[in-house]
């Protein structure tokens, strides 16, 4: 029984104590779950422009050849932010970076 315990009490001391030492206030959780929940909505509200963005990115590449799969990746890409938007509108209450770029948006590589 009392080693039970004692493995309980362990267990939730490393769990937590990397969380009691983040150091945020409430202002800074606060920031965190508005940021999330507007570009959830950013998210849901902008996801139909990542098809002509993604038309037009193609089609700069390969010419008039590349509308048609310009057209089949930007409708995937546009399924792809809406479902990320409904998920952060979702799950607004856990404060996150943001995982995609903006639309029309390259994502810049991370220099090392």
Not at 46 to 62: L, R, Y
Not at 88 to 110: D, L, N, W, Y
Request: proline residues 6%; neutral net charge; contains cysteine.
């Amino acid at each position: 029984m009392w080693l039970r315990i004692s493995t309980l009490l362990l267990a939730l001391t490393v769990l937590l104590v990397p969380f009691a030492l983040a150091e945020e206030t409430v202002g800074d959780y606060m920031y965190g779950i508005g940021t999330k929940f507007g570009r959830g909505l950013e998210n849901v509200v902008t996801s139909p422009a990542e098809i002509p963005c993604t038309i037009h990115a193609d089609m700069k590449d390969q010419g008039g050849s590349g509308f048609f799969p310009g057209l089949g990746m930007g409708t995937v890409y546009m399924l792809r932010r809406m479902y990320i938007g409904v998920c952060e509108v979702g799950s607004f209450f856990i404060p996150m970076e943001r995982t995609i770029p903006r639309v029309c948006h390259e994502a810049k590589p991370a220099v090392a």
